[in-house]
């Protein structure tokens, strides 16, 4: 019991909590997406996204415009402003090129491309955040994936996902990129949250990802939006249900890359297909598979055992490594009547006569030469040379 309620395992158990909200959330959008599109007819990938990015903006950048220092909009604006246009114009077309996807391949391409955006966070955090894995990382990542193979298996058992693709491989393609540029924006996210705060990234991301979306929208969409029947609650309930969960899902994912990573965000949220298909089978008439209940349970496992180890970034390990030797010597205990030196009275007559620096100067002398000689055997003339009137007189015992 101990085991699990250590600090340890809350925070794997927090985030594997935080995860499944996220996913949920995840699923909401495409069931509500799925509704605007079979249900509905209703094509507006770009529109769907619109309200979130507005949201975002209302809320995170009016708070960031209101901060006072460098902290605040127009300092953040000069310094990094065009990185943060970046990252939201990657956002905006993942939500495209992902939700327009479904227009033409079929379910089970989605539900086993999107995955690749896993391998793109790993690429892009060794290179881009120099994170370093492990062993158990991998594992993690690979039992997580194991239910990826479940889901796929299980609509292909049932001639599920065998619809009839329009163009499968545009609609393939169209995946790979969404896949990958959420890559992107969730290494980016977790950059920006780490190194600067959550307040920056949602107000600098609804700022720039209000403008590009409008624009996007006023391009591609205009026609659509025009033959919308807005007098039918079904289909702006639908709406408002894609945007609320949406601008959630936003709201939580920095708490969870706070703890956490981009990498463990996507493999939690892979668990969105189960809970896709729960709404499925009530909503849509889905047949349940035993291969989906298989699917979620390798992915919680997943997520947990990548969860039980944070992933070494390279900067730290480097500066730790750079340490060691310090750490050593404030850790290593001594006695200073071993030893002759400064801060001995024993040995030096004119202690009484050195001010108080003077005698810790002498004493933290001791203390790391005596570090220094617990990793190296030295001959007695290279440490008098070293620490100048510091003597072992048992340099074989240090």
């Known amino acids: 019991m101990t085991l699990f309620l250590s600090s340890t395992y809350r925070e794997v158990w927090k985030a594997i909590f935080l995860g499944q909200i996220v ?50 909009l127009i300092p953040v604006l000069r310094r990094r402003g065009w990185k943060y246009f970046l990252v939201a114009a990657a956002d905006v077309e993942a939500n495209y090129l992902m939700v327009k996807a479904y227009q033409y391949t079929t379910l089970t391409s989605v539900q086993l491309l999107d995955c690749f955006s896993i391998p793109t966070v790993l690429a892009l955090s ?23 193979g479940c889901v796929v298996w299980a609509d292909a058992e049932k001639d599920k996902g065998n619809q009839i693709a329009s163009n499968r491989l545009l609609g393939d393609m169209l995946c790979l990129g969404g896949a990958s540029l959420i890559g992107v924006s969730n290494v980016a996210e977790e950059y920006a949250i780490k190194t600067y705060n959550k307040v920056e990234f949602l107000g600098m991301l609804g700022l720039f990802g209000s403008v590009v979306n ?26 408002l249900v894609f945007s609320t969960c949406l601008f959630l899902l936003y709201v939580i994912m920095p708490f969870l890359m706070k703890i956490t990573s981009a990498t463990a965000v996507n493999l939690s949220i892979l668990t969105s297909d ?24 390798f992915v919680i496992i997943g997520v947990a055992v990548y969860s039980t180890k944070p992933a070494p970034v390279l900067n730290e390990i480097r500066s730790l490594e750079a340490q060691g030797d310090l750490e050593m010597a404030l850790q290593t205990p001594y006695n200073t009547h071993i030893y002759k030196s400064a801060g001995s009275k024993k040995d030096n007559p004119r202690y009484d006569l050195n001010t108080e620096p003077d005698r810790t100067r002498g004493m933290t ?17 290279q440490a008098e040379r070293r620490n100048g009137m510091t003597r072992f007189p048992y340099h074989t015992t240090c």
């Open 23 to 72: 996913s949920f959330l995840l699923c909401g959008t495409g069931v509500s997406s799925q509704f605007l599109q079979s249900v509905y007819k209703i094509q507006i990938p770009t529109a769907q996204s619109f309200l979130n990015y507005v949201l975002l903006c209302t809320v995170f950048t009016t708070w960031l415009a209101c901060r006072a220092g460098d902290g605040g």
């Open 126 to 148: 060794w290179l881009a955040l120099k994170v370093r894995y492990k062993i158990v990382h991998i594992l993690g990542v690979g039992v997580a994936l194991l239910g990826v």
């Open 214 to 239: 409008g624009l996007q929208l006023a391009i591609l969409e205009r026609k659509e939006l025009a033959v919308i029947n807005w007098g039918k609650l079904e289909q702006v309930a639908a709406l």
């Open 274 to 297: 189960f809970y896709s298909l729960l709404f499925g089978i009530y909503l849509l008439k889905y047949e349940f598979h035993w291969l989906y209940l298989l699917s979620f349970t």
């Open 365 to 381: 002398v001791v203390s790391i030469s005596h570090a220094v000689c617990v990793h190296a055997s030295q001959d007695s003339t």
